[in-house]
C-alpha cells in the first residue's frame, strides 16, 4: 500500500485570537501562550462538510493521476456528518465516483489514523485497489461560543488521501487503543427531550449538546499516551524515532505536540505543525497538514512519517508511514 496521493479544502473566512476575544472575554495572548493557536477557519452557513470533502478527495485523485470512476472506496473519517445515516454516499455522488462503494467511520480526532488502518486491510486483502480516505469535520456548529475553554480551539476542513497497492507496502507499523472509562473528558453528547406520546409510552427527541471537554485531562492523557503508542507503532515497523523523518501529531495544542516531540527526541524541524492557522480541526488536522508539506515541496517521496491522532473516546493510536511511492 502507498499513498499516491493527497488534497485539501477549508473555509476562506478566518477567525482571528483578537476578533475572538469581541464573541468571548478572551485575548491573542491567553490563547496563543496556552495552544499555539493564532486564528482558526469557519464555515459559513452557506458551506458544507460535503463540499469542503468532496474538493478535497478531487484535488488528491488528480495527483494520483486517477478518474473518480476508477476510485473503489470512499471513506471518510467524520464526527460532525450532514447526515446521521452517513454521508461519504453524497461525497460519492459530488465526485461522480460511480464505482465506488462509501461509508463514514467516527473516531473523533483519531479518525484519520484508524481510517488509513481501516483503508489499508481492504487493500492489503486485494478486496479494493483505488481508495480514497477523507478526513473531515465542520466542529464551529457544535461549538459553545460562550465558552472559551473550547470555543478557542476548534476550526473546520477537510484532508484526503489516495491510497493504492505498492510493490512494497508503506504502512510500515501501527498501533491503536481506546479507553471509554475516560469518555467524558471530551465529548459531543446526545441529548434527549422528553416527549410523550401516550401516557404510558414516552420517547427522547434527540440533539446534541455542544463540545465539553476537561482540558488538564486531555493534555495529561495526550503527553503520556502519544509517545507511548508511536514507540510501539515504531517497534512493530522496526525503526526508532532516529529514523523519522517527520512527526505529524493531530493538531491539538502546541504544547502538547512540543511535549511528544521531546519525550521522543525529535527535533523540532521535524514537527509539523498547522495550528496557528487552523487550530484543532479533528480528523482533518493530519491531512490538513500533510497536504500542505507535500504541495510546499518539503516532504519528498520516500519520507518516514510517524503520525498520531488523540482524543474523544478517549481514542488515540498511531501509524509509521513512507510518503509516496
Same mark, same amino acid.
Given at each position: 500500500?502507498?499513498?499516491? #496521493?493527497? /488534497? %485539501? ?52 485523485? *488528480? ?25 461519504? @454516499? ?6 461522480? *465516483? ?16 484508524? /481510517? ?34 473550547? @470555543?478557542?480551539?476548534? #476550526?473546520?476542513?477537510? #484532508? ?12 510500515? /507499523? ?7 472509562? !475516560? ?70 495544542? !502546541? ?29 482533518? %488536522? ?14 519528498? %517521496? ?6 498520531? /491522532? ?6 488515540? #493510536? ?6 509516496? @511511492?
Amino acid at each position: 500500500m502507498a499513498m499516491t #496521493g493527497c /488534497g %485539501s479544502a477549508a473555509p476562506a473566512v478566518s477567525l482571528s485570537n483578537e476578533e475572538l476575544s469581541q464573541v468571548v472575554e478572551t485575548s491573542d495572548e491567553w490563547i496563543a501562550s496556552r495552544t499555539g493557536i493564532r486564528s482558526r477557519r469557519l464555515a459559513s452557513a452557506n458551506e458544507s462538510l460535503v463540499g469542503f470533502a468532496t474538493e478535497a478527495a478531487r484535488e488528491a485523485i *488528480a495527483m494520483a493521476n486517477l478518474d473518480p470512476t476508477d476510485i473503489d472506496l470512499i471513506l471518510l473519517a467524520t464526527s460532525t456528518p450532514e447526515d446521521l445515516f452517513g454521508t461519504a @454516499c453524497q461525497i460519492q455522488a459530488q465526485l461522480g *465516483a460511480t464505482r465506488a462503494v462509501a461509508f463514514d467511520l467516527t473516531a473523533a480526532c483519531s479518525g484519520f489514523v484508524f /481510517g488509513l488502518v481501516t483503508a489499508a486491510q481492504f487493500i492489503r486483502t486485494g478486496v479494493y485497489k483505488n481508495v480514497v480516505l477523507i478526513g473531515a469535520d465542520v466542529l464551529s456548529r457544535w461549538v459553545d461560543w460562550e465558552d472559551r475553554r473550547t @470555543c478557542v480551539l476548534f #476550526g473546520d476542513g477537510a #484532508g484526503a488521501v489516495v491510497l493504492q497497492p505498492d510493490d512494497r507496502d508503506r504502512l510500515l /507499523g501501527f498501533a491503536l487503543r481506546s479507553d471509554g472509562t !475516560q469518555n467524558s473528558y471530551l465529548n459531543l453528547a446526545y441529548r434527549a427531550e422528553h416527549v410523550a406520546l401516550t401516557d404510558k409510552v414516552a420517547i427522547g427527541r434527540g440533539t446534541f449538546a455542544p463540545i465539553t471537554m476537561n482540558g488538564q485531562e486531555v493534555y495529561r492523557f495526550a503527553a503520556r499516551r502519544v509517545p507511548e503508542i508511536i514507540e510501539k507503532a515504531l517497534f512493530h515497523a522496526e525503526l526508532t524515532a532516529n529514523d523519522v523523518d517527520w512527526l505529524l501529531l493531530h493538531q491539538a495544542n !502546541q504544547r502538547i505536540l512540543d511535549a511528544v516531540a521531546q519525550r521522543l527526541k525529535i527535533p523540532p524541524e521535524k514537527v509539523i505543525s498547522n495550528l496557528a492557522e487552523f487550530g484543532n480541526t479533528s480528523a482533518a %488536522s493530519i491531512p490538513l497538514a500533510l497536504d500542505a508539506e507535500v504541495r510546499q515541496g518539503r516532504m519528498k %517521496s520516500g519520507d518516514i512519517v510517524a503520525s498520531a /491522532g488523540f482524543g474523544a473516546g478517549l481514542s488515540w #493510536g498511531a501509524a509509521i508511514f513512507e510518503w509516496g @511511492c
